[in-house]
């Protein structure tokens, strides 16, 4: 497929749609007959005499006679040149099937893709870093513009929107996450649309509806959400210490997992409590508002004395409208919540590593519950962490070291369900020179049993 490139239009610090007008001179083959349209196509298309450029339908309208259809042809290709036919246009015309007659193709601003349009605005020695992969959430696109695409930041946010039909507010990020909040929030201003962040979005079969604005959300980490939330088994425990708006709880929560979920922003723990009612999983998923360091130590107890007091999801059964008239229904199936956590995740790449010592002792006094006393292995720690990027063995030294700092534990890079294993994966890039991982490791026996420090 050739690529065709918009008119440049370089410098230019407002948006003039009237510069992306171009007009194709081609060559095109009017087929007299209707029922050999389908035939010439492939037969063309197959010796590459058919025009193949993206977006653009090769069937037209003929030109000259009302009714009948002409297929458009290779740049090549020149009406008055017939040694530029290709093999079957030249039978075509022997043939009398075909004519070749020159055919204009117009194209405006309509046609043209965001990348397109960017890249034909803005100086070539910036294409490399053109913002492509922003984050959405429901109507809004959010940039981050690195200070020399400032200048053109109005027209990036007008071709996004034009280019873009679900999108109708896009704003800048204007400070570091995290600088203005601790709750992972961020200064921003609008570049295009009104200022509206109140959002809705669709992840895993759940719908979330929250200000954008007062909680933290990131469309790139999708595909992280699904690949531990498909690791959680029904009627396990996992434990989200800095839960958000429940992106891995409220999916866990429709999987049949039992969910306690943390996290210490008041209004990301009050559309988790949304969130959690609008996708019925209330008996499942419950909601916690602490600092993430405290939740650590206390939710192996919360979960125990949930357990010990009979807490459990009931599910009624279906009952299907052809059972006879008087019949007993089946009872209610009741789902015990366990006495044991199965699954820590911590979603806070900048700093989560920073918490793992507050595991120090958690199961302190329970250890009848686990290994060799019973076949309940201690929880997996799934924790996210930013490091250099980079393909070497470099991060993955530095994360196992930063991880002993904490625990004062030795892990190797490798298989989580081997001890003394870690497994490391790879997120997503998150800078040219930074990237995001999930470090998985078995909770080791001398930390969950010690003595509280």
């Given at each position: 497929?050739?690529?065709?490139?918009?008119?440049?239009?370089?410098?230019?610090?407002?948006?003039?749609?009237?510069?992306?007008?171009?007009?194709?001179?081609?060559?095109?083959?009017?087929?007299?007959e209707n029922r050999n349209i389908a035939r010439y196509?492939?037969?063309?298309?197959?010796?590459?005499?058919?025009?193949?450029?993206?977006?653009?339908?090769?069937?037209?309208?003929?030109?000259?006679?009302?009714?009948?259809?002409?297929l458009l042809l290779n740049p090549g290709t020149k009406v008055d040149v017939p040694s530029t036919w290709g093999p079957v246009l030249r039978e075509g015309v022997d043939l009398k099937d075909l004519a070749v007659v020159p055919y204009d193709v117009h194209l405006d601003y309509e046609y043209w893709t965001y990348?397109?349009?960017?890249?034909?605005?803005?100086?070539?020695?910036?294409?490399?870093?053109?913002?492509?992969?922003?984050?959405?959430?429901?109507?809004?696109?959010h940039l981050n513009l690195r200070d020399r695409y400032l200048p053109y930041k109005s027209i990036i946010?007008?071709?996004?929107?034009?280019?873009?039909?679900?999108?109708?507010?896009?704003?800048?990020?204007?400070?570091?996450?995290?600088?203005?909040?601790?709750f992972r929030t961020f200064a921003y201003e609008v570049l295009a649309g009104p200022d509206d962040m109140d959002v809705e979005v669709k992840e895993n079969d759940c719908t979330f509806a929250f200000d954008?604005?007062?909680?933290?959300?990131?469309?790139?980490?999708?595909?992280?959400?699904?690949?531990?939330?498909?690791?959680?088994?029904?009627?396990?425990?996992?434990?989200?210490?800095?839960?958000?708006?429940?992106?891995?709880?409220?999916?866990?929560?429709?999987?049949g997992v039992f969910v306690f979920a943390n996290d210490m922003n008041p209004e990301s723990h009050r559309y988790l409590e949304k969130a959690i009612k609008r996708n019925k999983v209330d008996q499942y998923v419950r909601a916690f508002n602490k600092d993430g360091l405290d939740f650590i130590q206390e939710a192996s107890r919360l979960v125990y004395d949930?357990?010990?007091?009979?807490?459990?999801?009931?599910?009624?059964?279906?009952?299907?409208?052809?059972?006879?008239?008087?019949?007993?229904?089946?009872?209610?199936?009741?789902?015990?919540?366990?006495?044991?956590?199965?699954?820590?995740?911590?979603?806070?790449p900048a700093s989560a590593i920073e918490f793992l010592h507050r595991f120090r002792g958690i199961y302190h006094g329970l250890a009848h519950l686990f290994e060799p006393h019973t076949d309940v292995k201690l929880p997996m720690v799934h924790v996210h962490c930013f490091a250099v990027k980079s393909d070497d063995e470099v991060p993955l030294?530095?994360?196992?070291?930063?991880?002993?700092?904490?625990?004062?534990?030795?892990?190797?890079?490798?298989?989580?369900?081997?001890?003394?294993?870690?497994?490391?994966?790879?997120?997503?890039?998150?800078?040219?020179?930074?990237?995001?991982?999930?470090?998985?490791?078995?909770?080791?026996?001398?930390?969950?049993?010690?003595?509280?420090?």
């Open positions: 497929m050739l690529t065709l490139r918009a008119p440049l239009a370089r410098a230019s610090t407002t948006l003039d749609k009237s510069l992306f007008s171009k007009t194709l001179n081609l060559a095109a083959a009017t087929v007299h196509r492939k037969q063309l298309e197959k010796g590459k005499e058919l025009l193949n450029w993206d977006r653009l339908d090769a069937i037209r309208p003929d030109p000259v006679a009302p009714g009948k259809k002409c990348l397109d349009v960017v890249s034909s605005i803005i100086p070539e020695d910036m294409h490399h870093e053109i913002p492509v992969g922003f984050n959405t959430a429901g109507h809004v696109a946010a007008q071709v996004i929107l034009d280019k873009n039909p679900k999108i109708r507010t896009v704003i800048n990020k204007t400070d570091n996450v995290g600088t203005e909040s601790q954008y604005s007062k909680v933290y959300w990131n469309s790139k980490l999708e595909t992280e959400h699904s690949r531990l939330v498909k690791m959680f088994q029904p009627g396990e425990v996992v434990c989200d210490v800095m839960a958000g708006i429940g992106p891995f709880a409220v999916p866990s929560g429709k999987r949930a357990s010990v007091r009979g807490d459990s999801a009931v599910i009624q059964p279906k009952v299907s409208r052809s059972k006879s008239a008087g019949q007993q229904p089946p009872e209610p199936k009741r789902i015990p919540l366990p006495p044991t956590i199965s699954h820590f995740v911590m979603n806070l030294n530095d994360i196992c070291q930063r991880i002993f700092d904490q625990i004062g534990v030795r892990f190797v890079p490798g298989d989580a369900q081997n001890k003394g294993e870690v497994h490391i994966h790879n997120v997503r890039d998150v800078a040219p020179k930074k990237r995001m991982f999930c470090a998985s490791f078995r909770l080791p026996p001398e930390v969950a049993f010690s003595e509280t420090t």
